[in-house]
C-alpha cells in the first residue's frame, strides 16, 4: 500500500517560508510521479505542483515562482518550498503519489480517483 505522511506545516505570517515534506513507502519510488494538491478553506482541493523520476516539474499559475518541489529519491522524500507566503496560502497541504487531477479544475480531496493522498498538513499565513 502506498503510505504517504507530511510535516512542516504550520503558522507563518505574510511573507514568509515554510518548506513542507512527504515521506513515502509502500511503492518504487520514482515510478509514480509525484505532487502537491491543496484545499483552501471551503474549497475542494486544486493541483499545484507535479514532478517526474526526472525531476522536471510543473505548477500552477497562482504559485508559479513562489513554490518548488523537489526530491531527494535516495530517501524517498519530497519536498514543497514555499516562499513569499500569502494569507490566500492558507490551507491544508496533501502529498500526492501518481497526481492526476487537470490544472484548474478543483477535485474531491483525497480521491483515489485522483492519486494517493497523504493525511495532509495545515499550513496558516496571518497577514
Known amino acids: 500500500e502506498v503510505q504517504l505522511v507530511e510535516s512542516g506545516g504550520g503558522s507563518v505570517q505574510a511573507g514568509e517560508s515554510l518548506k513542507l515534506s512527504c515521506g513515502t513507502a509502500g511503492f518504487s519510488f520514482g515510478s509514480l510521479d509525484m505532487g502537491w494538491y491543496r484545499q483552501l478553506p471551503g474549497k475542494e482541493c486544486d493541483l499545484l505542483a507535479t514532478?517526474?523520476?526526472?525531476?522536471?516539474?510543473y505548477y500552477s499559475g497562482d504559485v508559479k515562482g513562489r513554490f518548488t518541489i523537489s526530491q531527494e529519491n535516495a530517501k524517498k522524500v519530497v519536498f514543497l518550498q514555499m516562499n513569499a507566503l500569502k494569507p490566500e496560502d492558507t490551507a491544508v497541504y496533501y502529498c500526492?503519489?501518481?497526481?492526476?487531477?487537470?490544472?484548474?479544475?478543483?477535485?474531491?480531496?483525497?480521491?483515489?480517483?485522483?492519486?494517493?493522498w497523504g493525511q495532509g498538513t495545515q499550513v496558516t499565513v496571518s497577514s
Open positions: 514532478i517526474n523520476s526526472a525531476g522536471r516539474a
Open positions: 500526492a503519489a501518481d497526481p492526476s487531477a487537470s490544472w484548474n479544475i478543483p477535485v474531491p480531496c483525497r480521491s483515489p480517483r485522483y492519486g494517493h
